[in-house]
């Protein structure tokens, strides 16, 4: 009985090393190969860098809100399965609709007065993420201020597509 098992373990054990032999190793993440990398979402804009694994993504949602009648915020939000939630957004006085040209125009000029003002004091506050603490301090978010509503759509758009096919994104917004 002994002379017929030990073949037979011999032979497991040749056909096991043979089988190993011809396994490759498990890729490696190569340094500078982004295609040997798990596919990251990065975004470099002005106020840092945000930088995500695509597969940590469980949602990207796009919203705009108005703020104490006086503000109209357009956001971005991209979610993670991490605990820390990127928030992009836009920011723009909140006008009604003019009735006419004229008065269009002159709201167009009074925000663009606005703007030269601010860049000459050195107050940025249009530009840049403002927090009251502890009223607008929220915990485990980071937040991006963006310049304009096409900056703010290029953040969705290259999100949204990294997250729905699982690739490699990057985006620079300067």
């Known amino acids: ?10 032979l497991l054990i040749l056909v096991g090393s043979t089988i190993r ?5 498990p890729a ?12 990251i979402f990065r975004a470099q804009l002005p106020g840092g860098i945000y930088e995500v694994a695509t597969r940590s993504i ?7 809100y108005i703020v104490d009648a006086a503000a109209r915020v357009v956001e971005v939000n991209i ?4 605990s820390l939630l990127a928030r992009f957004y836009y920011i723009e006085p909140n006008t009604p609709a003019p009735a006419s040209s004229l008065a269009a125009g ?7 007065l606005l703007t030269t003002a601010t860049d000459k004091t050195g107050l940025d506050a249009w530009k840049r993420v403002v927090k009251n603490y502890p009223t607008t301090t929220h ?4 937040e991006y201020r963006l310049q304009s509503r096409e900056e703010l759509n290029k953040i969705f758009e290259a999100a949204d597509e990294a997250f729905r096919l699982q690739k490699q994104k990057t985006l620079k917004i300067e």
Do not use: C, F, W, Y
């Not at 490696?28 to 798990?38: E, I, L, V, Y």
């Not at 002159?106 to 663009?112: G, T």
């Open 1 to 10: 009985m002994m002379k017929r098992v030990l073949p037979l373990v011999l």
């Open 21 to 25: 032999a011809q396994t490759p190793p």
């Open 28 to 39: 490696t993440p190569q340094p500078g190969n982004p295609q040997s990398a798990m596919p």
């Open 58 to 64: 469980i949602a990207v949602t796009s919203h705009e």
């Open 79 to 82: 979610d993670t399965a991490g």
């Open 106 to 112: 002159a709201i167009e000029r009074a925000q663009q």
């Open 139 to 142: 915990a485990r978010t980071v």
